[in-house]
Each structure stands twice: as C-alpha cells, then as structure tokens.
C-alpha cells in the first residue's frame, strides 16, 4: 500500500472538517430519514443512531484532535547493531486494510475512518441498514476531501452488502483483508468470527461489573452506580452487574436505599434470592444466562457476594473483559481487585462509564478492544499500526 506523506494526510483531514461544517443541513436531513424509518422500541440502538449539532462537533472535533496528533507510521521501536555488525530497526506500519462492521453510530464512520486513513490504512465501512441515509452522506463528504486532494476515493469506501452477502465477502474477500473490527454485540462478534478468513479484533460487547466492598463509602458508591448506569444506556461501558458484600455495615438498610434511588430513576432491576429476600418485590434471577447479558437498557442486576475473592471469581467467569470497578476506602484491595480482575480497564472508585478514547486521553477511538492482541483498551491512532522490521547488511550471511 501506498506510504502517504503527514502532509497530504492532514490537507485531506482540513478538506474535511469544512466539508462536513458546510454539508450540515444535509447530514441531518439524511439522519432524520433514518430515524423516521427506525423502530423505536430499541432505544438503544435508536439514540445511537442520533445524529445533532452537537454529534457534528463531535466529528469536526475528533477529526481536528486526529490532524493533530503526530503521524503514527515509520515511527522507530527499537535500533540495534549486533556484533556481526548487522543493523536491525523496527518501525512501526499500517496494516493494510481494515474493515469494520457495526451497528447504527453514524459517528463511527467518521471516528474509524479518520484514524485508519490517518495511520495510512485503507478502510471498508459495513454500517448497518439503519444508519444508510446518514452513512452515504458522510461518505460522499470523505470522497469530495479525498479527491480534492488528489487521492483515490478507495482509501475510505462504504460496503452495500446484505447479511448474506457480508457472510460471503468474509468468506471470500474480494480484496485483500488485514484486519476485521465487528463493533457491536453479541450476535454480531460470533458471526464475524465465524465466517473471517483474516485476524479478527473483538470490540464492543460489555457486560460490566461492580463490586461494592464492606468498607466502601455509601455516598460515592450510590452517585456512582447512578452514573454508571443511567448517563448513556447505549454504551458499552454501561454498568450492567453489581455486587454487594453482605457484611458493608447497614447491609439491608443500603440496599433498600438503592433500590428507593434506582426505581425512581425507572431502572428496573433484577436481583439473586438473597437480595431478594431484602427487596422482595424485584424480580429473581430465573436463568442463570443472564450472568452474561449486556444489558443495553434501563436494567441492572444486583447480587450478594461474601468477600472480595468471589466477586473476583463472579467477575473473570461471566463479564465481558470490558470494564469493572471496587468501590472501597481500601488502597490495598483496590489493588488486589485491580491486578486479578481480567478486564481491558479496572476502576477504583469511580464510574465505568470513563472507558472511552476520548476520557482516557487517547482521542478518537476506533472501538474499545477486549481482545488480548494485539491491544486491549480504547484503539486510538496509535494502536492502528503493527510494525516492521528494517535489517541492514553488507554481505552477511547465516553460518
């Protein structure tokens, strides 16, 4: 694939930025269509398929904050000269060519196109069919920066494809893959790795935990269940499970008070038969499966554990390896918990809500990875690079 410069790189970034200021009415009239045809009963899906002005800054923002950020390839990771006096470098390289699949998020086909193009990648868009009116605007609005340009509009291209058609294309790609991101649930991620023929990087599921441990402190742990769970339902780093050790003092007392708080927010909740013994008008786990839901929704369930051990265990068995958080006074613990639980981001004391590229300083974000390779976390534009070594000889042969 062709090196382009930082330079030709970030003309293409500014083309943009005015483009998309200038095309305002028209993303919003194309995102209005979308939203009129969209079934709301899924309301997740449906608010993050809105697009406003403030979503169009977002963009305009993600895309500056991109520009500014220094050029991730060719970027040196090590430089050694061996005793035969062979000179090794590796540098960092763009994969090649990613693809993405994900649902509603017209903000994806900004975020994941500005950071593959920006780390010299090419990028195919599979946006679901609930976003297409939104989708095809923006990238008319990536094919006008392109080729004012000079470059080719292949560097940023939507996929029409249809379930079937997606299934084939996985199987026998029409072109060369590099690297497949499904962002999305459950259902999405399995069909994606069923069906991929290339590397496949897992992004997008949650099913988040808290543990709320004996000495936590109430009032941070309520304010932070709260915002964990109610300030974007959407995410996938939206709190879905809460633990509760038995012996916090007051046990029954704080539990009741949790419950008063979150019924008046409309969460509902669902609770294990010991809990429920306490708040007997919530609903009992009946299928043990839900241990491994992401909820998406107004819903949380909430458990009694005994120690900070069986919460660890709880968590490494049935959490989506996206985010989980203690609340405890306990530096110690923290780090306990901290260190065991197998999860992409840990928090101590505070909201899951915070594992985003944006909050975690990382910038635009492509997706958040719960894969182990080749990163885990916030995929920002450094991570959109593998690398490449440079070996320097004179003649040298292996003896």
Known sequence: MKLLSSEIKNKVLNSMIKIIDRERISILEANKKDLD????????????????????????????????????????????????????????????TILIIYESRPDVTIEAAVLAFKANNKILLKGGKEALNSNLILEKCWHEALEENGLSKDWIKLLHLKREETQEFLKNPTEKLDLIVPRGGERLINFVKANATCAV????????????????????????????????????????????????????????????????LKV????????????????????QDIWYEEFLAMKLLIAEVDNTDTAIDIINKYSGGHSAAILTE?????????????????????????????????????????????????????????NKYYVFGDGHIRT
């Open 37 to 96: 045809a969209f079934n709301k009963d899924d309301q997740a899906l449906y608010d993050r398929l809105v697009v406003d002005d403030a979503k169009i800054n977002g963009m305009i923002k993600a895309i500056d904050e991109v520009k500014a950020q220094k050029d991730p390839v060719g970027q040196e990771i090590s430089d050694l000269t061996l005793d035969s006096g062979l000179k090794i470098t590796n540098k960092t390289a763009p994969f090649g």
């Open 201 to 264: 990087l897992i992004s997008g599921r949650g099913n988040n935990f808290l543990y709320v441990a004996e000495d936590a402190d109430w009032i941070k742990t309520v304010k932070v269940i709260i915002n964990a769970k109610t300030d974007k339902i959407s995410g996938c780093n939206a709190l879905d499970k809460v633990l509760i050790d038995k012996n916090i003092p007051n046990y029954e007392q704080k539990l009741q008070e949790l419950q008063t708080v979150l019924t008046k």
């Open 268 to 287: 509902a909740l669902v609770v294990d038969k010991n809990v429920g013994e306490i708040l007997p008008d919530e609903n009992i786990i009946s299928n």
């Open 330 to 386: 306990d530096k110690v613990l923290a780090k306990k918990f901290m260190e065991q639980v197998d999860s992409a981001a840990v928090y101590h004391n505070a909201s899951t809500r915070f594992t985003d590229g944006g909050q975690m300083g990382v910038g635009a974000e492509l997706a958040i990875s719960t894969d182990k390779l080749h990163h885990r976390g916030p995929l920002g534009l450094k991570q959109l690079v593998t």
